[in-house]
Every structure is written in structure tokens, then in C-alpha cells.
């Protein structure tokens, strides 16, 4: 099965003694596309593959046949049909057959299809399993799972040295308009918020945390700029040594509407990260939504100074604020900003705390672009002076990263792919030994 098959047989297997490597784990995220999702002509949108069993039977043990023989220790699905026991059976079945211990959460109001997650049970001990409902305007879910490795690993072998790791599956809302931007972006915040809470409420030291699925969103987007400001990376693009600027180099889906993006990740937050505060990232995505909605009416600098402030002489207040995100559609409607969101945006904003902002504020709060690489640095510049103080752990690094079908590397989609409409991502992991840092939140 070419490159995919080959990639998943190095990632489970032990590595070479004479080099003393360590055994890797590989990931697999996949929106298998539901069969009530996928039409079958483009004159009748109302025939769908689920009024066809043989159609989407056939289909879904061929994506199961690649499935298993990649056999990836963690196996995260979207668009997984747990409206249909057939199906669901095929799946826990199949899979439990082949040594994995399966979770599956539809999505709420009963939508028809959900999410699966599959891990191996040679390679995990599972610790805990829980469910994240997000009760927003598009039924979305997200699951979180609590793992122990199984592996050994020599160098992580003592007991003062953790081998836990968090992994969360999940698939976001597609932006049908620009103020479901919003929705999306509020629902990787409460994914990252309920994990918070989960550390802290286990009192759980730093782990690596792992992020799967369908975020339908580019790396251009404000979903990719926030993680990256919490220190996650993309896995696909940190094997493969892309930077922002490489966004076009890859894709992973083909929407409804015929354009092709990437929008499948696995995102990677090791635990000698230094995060800033979650709420402060937050409040610096939406202001980077504000900033683009501004810069989109092809307002300047100046103009969105003066838009802010209405018909105040030289600062915002907070009720022009307000009514400057009413007319741009983030506040003021069922999917926008609440009371309370926007005046956790305003006291981001007004740092003084004189209840106006004025135009050195605006420029520092809401108009200067955020830079990744100054975070970066900063955490260089401490590194080695903390390493020898903290807590050791473990953590991965990525070892290499593939998309099936091969074409979608290079930024197209082939007209025979067949299986859906993403592409499958598998990244392989290797488990090293390293240095806790503290959660700032």
C-alpha cells in the first residue's frame, strides 16, 4: 500500500538496538466521511450513500483494511456514523479484534455521526475517558483521553519520571459564514479550557498533550495562530520543516464547495513548553479577528482608531468598543460575543484600567501583530538555566509525518481518491526524556 503502509510498519516497530533508539508510537487522525454526508450525484443532493448499504459497507471495511494495516497505536476518526449500529459494530469489532479499546461520542441532538478514538492496548494503559459536549449551534463534541504508556522506555524507565500523556479527538464547525469564525475559534478555547481544568482537578503535572481531527481551518487562520500562541505545533509541518509561509504546500480536503485547504491536524504541546495564559490568548485571537475584519473594510490604522471610537475626540470607551463589534457581527447576536466575554476583552485591552483606551493602548492591544518567534526565544533564553531545576517527564518528538493520498503532499487532490473527502494523517512520535515546565494559567 506504498508509502503509508511502510511509514506505519517503522513507527510501531521497536528501533535498531546498535543505535539505541527508542520504539515509536504513531497517531492517526481521519474524518472518514459520514455516509449521510456523502452524496452520491451532484443533479440530486438528496441522494446520499447511507440509502445504499452496499455503497458505504464496501467503502468503510476499505478504509478499516488501511486502518489496520498501518495498525497506528492511537486511531482518531471524525464523521464517524453512531447513528447507525451496523456500522458501529464493523468498527468496535474489527478493531477490538485487533488489540485497540475503542470510545465513540455522537454529537449532541442527535446529528447522526460523531467521533471514534482507537488506542492500542500494547502500547497504553487508559486512566481516564471523558466527553466534552460543546451545547453551541452546531452540536459539536470533543473527547479527551488519559493515558499511561505500556512501551518501556529505557530512559524514562524511573519511577520519579512521568509517562502519562493527554490525547484529545475532535472536529470542528465548518465557518458556512464569517461569524461562525467566531464559533469555531470559541470551541478550541473550551477544549483547551476543559483540559486545564482536567490537570488541575487530577493535579497533574505538565504532560504532553496531543490534539486530533478536522479544525476546518487553515494555517492562515485564527484557530492555527491561537494554538500556536498556547505552544502546540503542527506535527504534519514540524517533520517536514514548514513554516507559515508554506501553507500552500499541502492539502487534506476537498469541501462541498470543490476547494481544496488543509484543514486536518495533529497538534503536539510538549510538556517543557512555557504557556502563556490561556485567556490572554484567547483575547488576542479575537482581537486578531477584529483586526482582519477592519483591515477587510480596508480600513487603515487611522480609520480603525476612529471607527473604535465613534464619535469620541481622541479614545474608545467601552460602549463604543461594543458598538464597533455589533457592527462588525462579533457581538450582539446568538453566535457572538456574550457580556461576559466582551468585558474580558475590554479589561485585556485597557490595561491601565482608566476605562478608555487610547491610541498608544489600541496600537499595543489590538493592533500589533502577536510575534511566535519573540515567544519562542524568550523560552530559549531560560531553557538551560531551568532544566537542571525542574521535574523530569516525558515528551515526544516527531519523527516523520505522511498524508494518503500522496498527491495531497503537493497540494492537489486526485480525481480518483475515493475513500472520502480528507486525506488520512499519520505522524510518528518518539518518546524522549525532558524537563517539566509550570502551566501559567
Given at each position: ?296 473594510t480596508a480600513l487603515t490604522e487611522t480609520g480603525a482608531f476612529a471607527f473604535l ?133
Amino acid at each position: 500500500m506504498g508509502k503509508v503502509s511502510r511509514i506505519g510498519s517503522y513507527a510501531i516497530a521497536s528501533s535498531i538496538k546498535e543505535n539505541q533508539q527508542q520504539p515509536c508510537i504513531t497517531c492517526t487522525t481521519f474524518n472518514i466521511l459520514a455516509p449521510i454526508y456523502k452524496r452520491l450525484s451532484h443533479e440530486d443532493q438528496s441522494c446520499r450513500e447511507s440509502d445504499n448499504r452496499a455503497d458505504w459497507l464496501t467503502r468503510n471495511h476499505r478504509i478499516l483494511d488501511w486502518l489496520l494495516c498501518e495498525r497506528s497505536s492511537i486511531i482518531c476518526l471524525q464523521e464517524f456514523w453512531v447513528g447507525n449500529q451496523e456500522l458501529v459494530n464493523l468498527y468496535e469489532n474489527r478493531l477490538g479484534d485487533a488489540g485497540y479499546i475503542n470510545f465513540k461520542l455522537g454529537r449532541t441532538n442527535n446529528r447522526g455521526d460523531g467521533l471514534l478514538m482507537s488506542v492500542q492496548k500494547e502500547y497504553f494503559t487508559v486512566i481516564n475517558y471523558k466527553e466534552l459536549l460543546f451545547n453551541d449551534c452546531a452540536d459539536r463534541v470533543a473527547q479527551l483521553l488519559h493515558v499511561k504508556l505500556a512501551l518501556p522506555i529505557s530512559q524514562c524507565s524511573n519511577n520519579d519520571v512521568g509517562q502519562e500523556l493527554l490525547i484529545v479527538n475532535t472536529h470542528l464547525l465548518f465557518p458556512h459564514n464569517s461569524s461562525l469564525c467566531l464559533v469555531r475559534l470559541r470551541q478550541v478555547y473550551k477544549i483547551l479550557q476543559y483540559v486545564e481544568s482536567y490537570q488541575r482537578e487530577h493535579q497533574l503535572k505538565p504532560i504532553p498533550i496531543i490534539l486530533c481531527g478536522d479544525w476546518n481551518g487553515s494555517k492562515r487562520g485564527n484557530v492555527y495562530q491561537f494554538l500556536r500562541s498556547q505552544g502546540f505545533v503542527s506535527s504534519y509541518d514540524t517533520a517536514h520543516q514548514y513554516t507559515d509561509a508554506d501553507a500552500h504546500k499541502w492539502v487534506s480536503h476537498r469541501n462541498h464547495r470543490g476547494n481544496i485547504c488543509a484543514v486536518d491536524f495533529i497538534w503536539l504541546l510538549n510538556p517543557d513548553r512555557y504557556r502563556k495564559l490561556l485567556k490572554a490568548s484567547w483575547s488576542e485571537a479575537v482581537f486578531g479577528m477584529l483586526k482582519y475584519l477592519l483591515l477587510k473594510t480596508a480600513l487603515t490604522e487611522t480609520g480603525a482608531f476612529a471607527f473604535l471610537k465613534a464619535d469620541k475626540e481622541d479614545s474608545v470607551t467601552y460602549s463604543s468598543f461594543c458598538e464597533a463589534l455589533h457592527q462588525l457581527n462579533l457581538f450582539g447576536h446568538g453566535h457572538g460575543l456574550s457580556d461576559e466575554e466582551t468585558k474580558d476583552l475590554w479589561s485585556q485591552a485597557d490595561v491601565d484600567g482608566d476605562g478608555v483606551l487610547d491610541r498608544e493602548e489600541f496600537l499595543e492591544q489590538l493592533w500589533k501583530p502577536v510575534s511566535e518567534e519573540g515567544n519562542e526565544y524568550r523560552n530559549e533564553e531560560h531553557k538551560d538555566v531551568l532544566d537542571g531545576q525542574r521535574e523530569q517527564t516525558i515528551g515526544f518528538t516527531v519523527k516523520n509525518a505522511v498524508l494518503f493520498p500522496h498527491e495531497v503532499e503537493k497540494g492537489r487532490w486526485p480525481e480518483d481518491y475515493s475513500l472520502s473527502d480528507h486525506a488520512r494523517l499519520t505522524v510518528v512520535f518518539s518518546p524522549i526524556r525532558m524537563p517539566c515546565s509550570h502551566l501559567t494559567s
